[in-house]
């Protein structure tokens, strides 16, 4: 070993305040550039805490003024808007419902189609979520359970029809014409995968139950 | 002191900054390593939130109504929804995050219509169909609760995993030029106790801020079943974080101290 690294006394207590001064700076940018890291997690993190998942659990549909159903026709969500939650028995999916699936929307939950319809307006309503996240458990859906969305302006229940695996160009599998009232949510296959796929999962309901918010709720 | 000993003691000095930083991150990376991403923490988190009580409720409850409904007694459901077989249904839910999917052989209700014939002689139709009646209540039930939010963390494994090998890697490096551009022992020493103290330190601030000053109570709302879960599982995570900061940090002394004590 070099001759430097020969133990040697320690020098006076002068060099202790010295240390601390240091320590603390460090500490503060440490905390700063780490701090900047856990905050910028936790802000991904946040929107999927705010349901479990679990049976039972409160669904909290977004606060607003109640409305019915012609009301919606002359306020629909804005692209971008949380109007509702999205919840499937027998699995945790439990999310919030965006109007809109752009990548900012299907970050924080279940992002529906634009052009196709809301609930309660009697056509198909197309749901996507990613299949690392919020639409992970989509893979325990089984036949003849029930997908509710609630909105400020109802609750619908869909009872699962069926599922099917496609490739994401294979447009045979959803209409987006159809009536009745029908929903079909969709992920990226197989599941858990962080990066886009070649394959879809689609899961098909269709409604079988509307409850209007009564008018004087709040 | 010479302009080439100045140049070496700054540059040493902004290693050090640079390993500080790394420890942090390392110890942010062991501490959700040890909690959020950890199966075990949540299997825990759910144990002491009494989640699985509350499930073995909901699916009694379930089931015990379609038995009812069919007419039937709900003793032999009574006796296969057990908190063992609740436990294991949630957590085999919950495995296929960490693990992916595989064949769910956890519900309880296998051969129990031919339990309800053979004992209570009920017909094979009421009783196959109270069955299946289970199974949908057992598979409701059972379903593992936060997964949004852990699947979230999991599709980060790998960030997390290569950024605690790198973190590691740059700290031991900085640890070496703190001794190829000291003096004396008393240099390097110095140089990793302010690394130490600093890390200590952050961690213990950020393990603080995130407990008392991030409002994570609040994420879920109070009602839900899984909440005294959540604060379980995420509450372990800020004292962790401190816990880890402050292990590292006696690790990289007790290290330089056996080094320096080497060379005596």
């Known amino acids: 070993m070099n001759d430097k690294f020969v133990y040697k006394a320690a020098p006076a207590q002068k060099s202790k305040g010295k240390n601390l001064l240091f320590s603390l700076v460090f500490c503060v940018l440490a905390v700063m550039i780490v701090g900047g890291v856990v905050l910028a997690a936790g802000r991904l993190l946040r929107p999927a805490a705010g349901a479990s998942g679990a049976p039972g659990a409160a669904n909290n549909a977004p606060a607003g003024v109640t409305q019915s159903e012609a009301q919606l026709q002359q306020t629909l969500p804005q692209p971008g808007d949380a109007y509702g939650t999205l919840r499937i028995s027998g699995t945790s999916v439990d999310c919030t419902l965006y109007y809109g699936d752009a990548d900012e929307q299907l970050n924080a939950g279940a992002g529906t189609y634009m052009p196709t319809c809301l609930p309660g307006q009697g056509g198909t309503i197309l749901i996507a979520g990613h299949t690392a996240t919020y639409f992970r458990d989509l893979e325990s859906v089984q036949e003849g359970a029930d997908i509710e969305i609630s909105t400020n302006y109802g609750v619908f229940h869909y009872t699962v029809t069926g599922m099917q695996t496609a490739l994401a160009s294979d447009t045979s599998a959803y209409d987006l014409t159809a009536t009745p009232e029908n929903v079909i949510l969709y992920t990226c296959y197989p599941f858990g995968q962080t990066e886009p796929t070649e394959w879809r999962y689609f899961v098909y309901g269709s409604l079988v139950q509307q409850q209007e918010a009564a008018a004087n709720e709040q | ?264």
């Not at chain 2, 990376?29 to 409720?57: D, N, P």
């Not at chain 2, 595989?102 to 309880?108: E, F, L, M, V, Y």
């Not at chain 2, 700290?171 to 190829?180: E, I, M, N, P």
């Not at chain 2, 900061?245 to 690790?251: M, Q, W, Y």
């Open chain 2, 1 to 264: 002191m010479s302009s080439k000993q100045q140049q070496a003691a700054l540059l040493a000095v902004a290693m050090q900054l640079v390993g500080c930083v790394c420890a942090v991150m390392l110890a942010l990376c062991a501490a959700l390593g040890v909690t959020l991403m950890r199966e075990g923490h949540y299997a825990a988190s759910l144990q002491k939130g009494e989640y699985f009580e509350y499930v073995q409720s909901a699916a009694l409850q379930g089931c015990t109504r379609q038995a009812q409904q069919a007419g039937l007694s709900a003793a032999p459901i009574e006796s296969r929804v057990t908190p063992e077989a609740v436990r294991a249904g949630v957590l085999h839910r919950a495995d296929a995050l960490w693990h992916g999917a595989t064949q769910d052989a956890t519900s309880p209700f296998g051969g129990l219509s031919t339990e309800y014939q053979d004992t209570l002689g009920s017909s094979p139709a009421d009783s196959m169909m109270l069955e299946l009646a289970c199974e949908e209540q057992w598979h409701n039930a059972t379903a593992a609760p936060l997964s949004a939010v852990l699947a979230s963390m999991q599709q980060y494994r790998w960030v997390l995993r290569l950024s605690g090998w790198l973190c590691a890697l740059l700290l031991a490096g900085c640890g070496v030029l703190q001794f190829l551009l000291a003096e004396c022992w008393n240099d390097v020493q110095q140089g990793v106790q302010r690394i130490a103290l600093g890390t200590a330190a952050a961690c213990a601030v950020m393990g603080l801020g995130l407990y008392f000053g991030t409002g994570w109570q609040s994420w879920m709302p109070v009602s839900d079943p899984a909440y005294q879960a959540f604060c379980c599982w995420f509450g372990g995570f800020p004292p962790a974080m401190a816990a880890c900061g402050v292990l590292l940090a006696v690790i990289m002394c007790i290290i330089t101290e056996c080094m320096k004590n080497l060379t005596k």
